[in-house]
Structure formats: structure tokens, C-alpha cells
């Protein structure tokens, strides 16, 4: 009997909590398919209509983005402090008017000052809105992160596809229908949130908290500089696969969309299956080792594309982008793992805006290391990145361990008479472990 009841307090818990979980998924969706539509088009707009030159677009983008690394842990301390909701939601607002104001640039000068306050408000927003996903996780929350990192790649996938057609017809019209489209993908996102996410109240602080704590957090450092060194593998099958494939293969040029639709699909079609299973910190070491191996078998067979027969390069080509695209599974579901899982659940905010500040410094200078290294080296470098990437997977393991055993032990709860404890022996297999039970905060189960 209760057992019965315990069962029936649980989807009562799920009930609860699947619709926050929803409306952060679709609000999220509706976010990433607006970013799909601008990302595959922007550099074109910038250059072909606004008419600056490349060289003055990436150096207006490169000042954006280590500006807006600024905003990463002040703003992850407002949302601990105040509730994730409200400055996620303000921070979606101000992108919506940045990226709507983008169609009324004519100078470098107005273009950096927008994208600078875009990449402020987007930093803000990556703080903030990692605290609010860590609050809906509930009980399930691996599972949970899994889902809503499915919907993300499915809507980048979506918004990828409108922007080609709007790249086929290539008017000034069809660029600013894709601005505006991403502007209003921002105020739709926020509209969904501020309507169905629960404006979550912040969870009590203990005393020694302070608003740089993170800084002091060895482990959790540690973690941030192997996970920003572990997202060169993002931009090894975005940058430097279609340059290698166009420069040292004979491979056909359809081959370069080919990969990126193949990777895509990948992640959609495994993020679940996968990631629902990577719930725990030392599963998400694991994880990462797997991951690290998965590009140490991928570089290598990339390398390869330039020694083999036009009608094989292709062929090879998918096949290193599937298995490079299992590990970025593995890879992203270790992230989160291990990401929300060591954080307290007090400051949540601050520790994702520590992770984002590192992980976007490393997507900063990914172009630098693979087209600088990577290429220069050759074949050489292929497999010194297969390996780079299998060390640092290696260490995850440890370093897992070494996280938890620096956490705080939560108090084990009082056993007040055998006829309670016992059903816990008896669970079903399907319950939550206990370590996941507390709905209103944790993605560390």
C-alpha cells in the first residue's frame, strides 16, 4: 500500500512538472529555429547588403563576443538572486530589439554596437536560462535535458532550411525577412516563457556564499576548461571538415552538405536515446571519455577523405561524421551531466555563466587552432586532434570524481520505522533515484 502511494505521489510530481518542462521546450525550440534562419545567413547580409567588408564583419563579431563575455557570472547571480525567469525573459527582449534593429545598420560602428549589446544579452540570457533549466528538471532531469537538447537541434535544422531558400532567391527583402524573422523567434520564445515557466522564487543561500564563488571552485574550473577545450569538436565538422573536404579532396561539393545534414540528424535522432542515460556526474565522466575516443576514431577517417577515390571520399566523409557525431551526443549530454550536477542548487545561475564564459572563449578561438594548426599540420594534425580530444575524455573520469568528492554530502534523511524504509528495497525499477528526488532544483540525479 505504500508503495501505491509513493507511485501515485510521483506522477502526481511529473504531472506537475511536465508543463513547465514543455512550455522551456517549445520556447526554446521557437528560439533555436529563429537562430537557424539568421546564423546560415548573416556574414551574407552584413557583406552583400549592408556592405561591409568581410574583414571589418569579423573584427566587429570578434569585439561582440569577448565583450559579451562580460555579462556571464553578473548576470547568473541576478537570476539566483532574483529567479532565472525574469532575466532570462528581459534578456530575450533586448536580443528581440537588438537583432530587429540589425535592418537599420549603415555603419561598422552601429553594427558593432548592436551585435555587442546582442552578445551581452545572450550571454545573459545562456546564464540565466541554464538556471532555469536546471529549476524544471524535476525528477527525471537527464531525461528531461535530453529532450529539450533534441528540440534544439531540430529547430536549428528547421530555421537552416528556411534560410536556404531565402539564399536562393538572395534579394535584400528575402535577408531582412530572415533578421526580422529571428527578432520576432526572440519575443516569441520570451512570450512562451513568461506565460508557461513558473516564475521560480531563488533558493536560500547558505552564509559563505558570495557572488565569485565559482572562482574558488577547483573542481568546477577544472571541469569549465576541459569542457571549452572539448567544443573545438563543434567547429571541427562546422569549419574545418568543409574546408578540408572543398581544398585537399576531390570529393563533389554537395559532399560538405551532406555532412551537415548527416550530423544533424544524428543528434536529433540519438540525443534521447543517449542522454536520458547520462544522469549522475561520474556517468557523465564516462560519458566524456566515450565521446573522446568517438572523435579519436572520426579525425583520423576525415584525414583519410584526401587519399582515397572521388567515390569513396563521400562515403567516408558520412561515415566520420556519424561517429564524430555519436561522441558530440555523448559529449553535449556529459556537459550537462556534469555542468548542472556539481553546481549548488542555490547558484545554479552563476556557475552557468562561468561555463558559458569558458565555452564561448573556446569557440572563440577554435578558427585559430583548426585552420592554424589543424591544416598546417595535415594529416598530422588530424590525429594530433584525435588524440588532443581523446586525452581530454580521458581526464573527465577523474575529474568526476574528484567533483564529487568535493560536494557537500546532503543529509540523509531519518528512518523513523522499519515498515517506512522498507518499501525502498522494494522500489520499482522505475523510480527516480534518490539522489534526483528533490523536483524543484536538481539536474544532478
Not at 507511485?7 to 526554446?28: D, F, H, M, T
Not at 547568473?76 to 533586448?94: H, K, Q
Not at 529532450?147 to 531582412?176: E, P, S, W
Request: net charge neutral.
Amino acid at each position: 500500500m505504500i508503495m501505491m502511494k509513493r507511485g501515485a505521489g510521483r506522477r502526481v510530481s511529473e504531472e506537475s512538472e511536465a508543463g513547465p518542462q514543455r512550455a522551456l521546450i517549445v520556447a526554446c525550440f521557437v528560439n533555436r529555429v529563429g537562430n537557424g534562419l539568421f546564423n546560415a545567413a548573416s556574414v551574407l547580409y552584413f557583406t552583400l547588403v549592408v556592405h561591409l567588408p568581410a574583414t571589418q564583419v569579423g573584427a566587429g563579431l570578434t569585439i561582440a563576443g569577448l565583450c559579451g563575455l562580460a555579462a556571464g557570472i553578473p548576470a547568473g547571480n541576478l537570476a539566483d538572486r532574483y529567479g532565472p525567469r525574469v532575466i532570462w525573459v528581459t534578456s530575450l527582449v533586448v536580443q528581440a530589439v537588438s537583432m530587429a534593429a540589425f535592418v537599420l545598420i549603415d555603419s561598422w560602428f552601429l553594427f558593432v554596437l548592436l551585435a555587442t549589446v546582442d552578445r551581452l544579452a545572450a550571454s545573459a540570457g545562456g546564464a540565466a536560462g541554464g538556471a532555469l533549466i536546471a529549476r524544471a528538471g524535476g525528477e527525471r532531469p537527464a531525461a528531461f535535458r535530453a529532450r529539450l537538447r533534441t528540440f534544439v537541434n531540430l529547430g536549428v535544422v528547421m530555421g537552416t532550411l528556411g534560410a536556404a531558400v531565402a539564399l536562393q532567391i538572395d534579394t535584400r527583402a528575402a535577408y531582412t525577412a530572415l533578421i526580422l524573422a529571428n527578432a520576432a523567434s526572440f519575443a516569441g520564445a520570451a512570450l512562451v516563457a513568461q506565460l508557461g515557466v513558473p516564475a521560480y522564487p531563488p533558493l536560500p543561500r547558505p552564509e559563505e556564499h558570495r557572488q565569485w564563488s565559482v572562482l574558488a571552485d577547483r573542481p568546477y574550473v577544472s571541469f569549465v576548461a576541459l569542457y571549452s577545450a572539448m567544443g573545438l569538436q563543434y567547429q571541427t565538422v562546422s569549419l574545418l571538415l568543409p574546408i578540408w573536404l572543398s581544398a585537399h579532396t576531390d570529393a563533389p561539393r554537395w559532399t560538405v552538405a551532406a555532412v551537415y545534414a548527416v550530423n544533424s540528424g544524428v543528434c536529433v535522432l540519438l540525443q534521447s536515446r543517449l542522454g536520458s542515460k547520462v544522469e549522475t556526474p561520474r556517468q557523465g565522466g564516462r560519458a566524456f571519455r566515450l565521446a573522446g575516443l568517438m572523435f579519436l576514431l572520426s579525425c583520423p577517417l576525415m584525414a583519410l577523405t584526401a587519399d582515397v577515390p572521388v567515390w569513396v571520399a563521400p562515403v567516408l566523409a558520412v561515415l566520420a561524421v556519424v561517429l564524430h557525431s555519436i561522441g558530440e551526443v555523448w559529449e553535449s549530454s556529459a556537459g550537462y551531466a556534469l555542468g548542472f550536477g556539481l553546481a549548488p542548487d542555490h547558484a545554479q545561475g552563476q556557475y552557468q555563466g562561468l561555463l558559458g564564459i569558458g565555452f564561448n572563449a573556446g569557440q572563440a578561438l577554435a578558427p585559430l587552432v583548426l585552420t592554424g594548426f589543424v591544416l598546417g599540420l595535415g594529416h598530422t594534425g588530424w590525429l594530433l586532434l584525435g588524440l588532443f580530444f581523446a586525452a581530454l575524455g580521458a581526464a573527465a573520469t577523474p575529474l568526476a570524481g574528484w567533483a564529487e568528492r568535493t560536494r557537500p554530502v546532503s543529509p540523509t534523511p531519518d528512518v523513523a520505522a522499519p515498515d517506512v524504509a522498507a518499501p525502498d528495497v522494494a522500489a520499482p525499477a522505475d523510480a527516480a533515484p534518490a539522489d534526483g528526488a528533490d523536483t524543484s532544483a536538481r539536474l544532478s540525479s
